[in-house]
């Protein structure tokens, strides 16, 4: 125990880098352990959206969107999400699978669908990247 209070005494930049990065380790997993969303890769985000009744969404920017979509995604930029909710109130109790370019986002706009009452939300993990990677189809109309 000595040793360790000498070690401190003589290195306090190091156990002020340890006691940082130990509360970042400890609010991260924190924050993912209180989510109220599922984060899936695009094989098992598949099974969400075959659900019967689902919607895919779309929050990337309208340039993105002109690259590619899923289909059958309806498209509603995050910085409009808030305020248009109301198109989404039917789905707040089917599968809502949402993406962007990739997943960062979607976990936002995943946040702002469960704080909303949205009960079966699925953030697709790594995004269009990840989709247009495990080479799943794009539309492009």
Not at 42 to 53: I, K, L, S, T
Not at 109 to 132: P, Y
Request: a positive charge; one cysteine or more.
């Amino acid at each position: 125990m000595e040793q360790i209070l000498e070690f401190s005494r003589n290195n306090p930049i190091l156990i002020i880098a340890l006691l940082a990065i130990m509360g970042m380790i400890v609010f991260t997993e924190t924050k993912r352990l209180s989510r109220r969303y599922q984060n899936l890769p695009p094989a098992q985000a598949v099974r969400a959206m075959n659900e019967e009744g689902s919607l895919i969404l779309d929050v990337r920017e309208n340039a993105e969107v002109r690259d590619g979509r899923i289909k059958g995604a309806k498209h509603i930029p995050l910085k409009e999400l808030k305020t248009r909710l109301n198109e989404l109130s039917k789905y707040k109790d089917k599968s809502v699978v949402v993406y962007c370019r990739s997943g960062n986002r979607s976990a936002q706009a995943c946040e702002i669908l469960t704080s909303n009452e949205f009960e079966k939300v699925v953030n697709l993990h790594g995004g269009m990247m990840a989709w247009q990677a495990n080479n799943m189809p794009v539309s492009k109309k």
